[in-house]
């Protein structure tokens, strides 16, 4: 599976950014996916992820001000981003595996796109 990551850019803390992430290939349905973010210097985290169940998990970091969600129908990712702050400046990236646990874990997702830049500015 392909996946396009899209809609990052240069905000100002308190604003809203929704990140989306495009898949081609194959059906998204029968994924995990997922979202990611990596800052200079720093391992790739994990964000928020969605199981091909249903099952979402977040990142204590965002939970409550990141909204994770799917539409099969358009094999369309989206990470709604409200009440950003300047330690949310990261480059996001988007990912799908075939497994149900591990979600936490960048190493165990095999399928990556090529990072949208989210900068958040004080």
């Known amino acids: 599976v392909q996946l396009q990551a899209s809609g990052g850019g240069l905000v100002q803390a308190g604003d809203s950014l929704r990140l989306s992430c495009a898949a081609s290939?194959?059906?998204?349905?029968?994924?995990?996916t997922g979202w990611f973010r990596q800052a200079p210097g720093k391992e790739r985290d994990f964000v928020a992820a969605?199981?091909?169940?249903?099952?979402?998990v977040y990142a204590d970091s965002v939970k409550g001000r990141f909204t994770i969600s799917k539409v099969n129908a358009k094999n369309t990712l989206y990470l709604q981003m409200n009440s950003l702050k300047p330690e949310d400046t990261a480059v996001y990236y988007c990912?799908?595996?075939?497994?149900?646990?591990?979600?936490?874990?960048?190493?165990?997702?095999?399928?990556w796109g090529q990072g949208t830049q989210v900068t958040v500015s004080s």
């Open positions: 290939g194959h059906s998204f349905r029968s994924y995990s």
């Open positions: 969605i199981t091909s169940g249903g099952t979402i």
């Open positions: 990912a799908a595996q075939s497994r149900l646990d591990k979600l936490r874990s960048w190493e165990f997702w095999g399928y």
